[in-house]
């Protein structure tokens, strides 16, 4: 079966540091997506990033990067600089090749001005 | 843009009711998905929906049924309410496999009696 863990509930900042996100994965499967949403106050989960497991190249976008190793099964996500408008739940999602998603918990990220 | 709507942003409904909540999309995708989401267990998939009159139970379909007349809509029935079925309820949708993001609606938040 395959499980999301994301340990951290809640990350508090103040406007401008960066901020680390960190989830842990497990599947049997050789081929399998992982990704990244953003679920702000109005409720709609939006997606941010995505990987498949054959691509271990971790990349930034704007502020936003990530770190992706299957040695250790994990999927961080970082947040640089941040501003008030990255608070929101954070959700880590792990797909079969089928596209059923596993969530993780959710981290709630607070940035404070 | 994708655009998934539902038809309720908030619920409120007795024990015993039949609770219906709808699901549009408008980028002809086949896959749509329903979810519930409660804090810190993340999003669980209750039924999913790979084409018109098709559907797969997901982690949580107890209590649960859906129906897929139309591609472009895909309703959760409760056939008969209960108070642990008060949740937040999002839909979302997705074209191809499952390496490719599920688009998400704003969620229903349903309160049962």
Redesign the interface.
């Given at each position: 079966a395959q499980k999301v863990t994301q340990a951290q509930t809640e990350i508090s900042v103040v406007e401008k540091e960066d901020v680390t996100l960190d989830c842990v994965y497990e599947t049997r499967d050789t081929t399998y997506y992982l990704f990244w949403y953003k679920q702000p106050p109005s409720g709609e989960l939006v997606f941010l990033i995505r990987r498949n497991s054959f691509d271990e190249q971790n990349e930034i976008s704007g502020r936003y990067s990530w770190n992706f190793q299957k040695s250790t099964s994990s999927f961080n996500f970082t947040i640089t600089a941040s501003q008030v408008v990255d608070s929101a739940v954070y959700f880590c999602a792990l797909s079969d090749s089928w596209g059923k998603l596993q969530f993780g918990a959710g981290t709630q990220v607070v940035v404070t001005p | 843009d994708v655009k998934v709507t539902q038809s309720s942003r908030y619920l409120v409904k007795r024990t015993g009711e039949k609770v219906f909540l709808e699901c549009v999309q408008d980028m002809d995708h086949e896959?749509m998905?329903w979810?519930r989401q409660d804090p810190?267990?993340?999003?669980?998939?209750i039924y999913?929906s790979y084409d018109v009159k098709m559907k797969e139970k997901?982690d949580i379909p107890e209590g649960y049924s859906v129906s897929r007349e139309k591609k472009e809509r895909f309703s959760l029935i409760l056939e008969s309410a209960s108070t642990n079925q008060t949740s937040?309820y999002?839909c979302?949708s997705?074209w191809g496999?499952?390496?490719?993001?599920?688009?998400?609606?704003?969620?229903t938040r349903l309160t049962v009696l």
């Open positions: - | 896959n998905f979810y810190g267990l993340g999003l669980r998939l999913f997901g937040m999002l979302a997705r496999t499952g390496g490719r993001e599920q688009f998400f609606g704003p969620g």
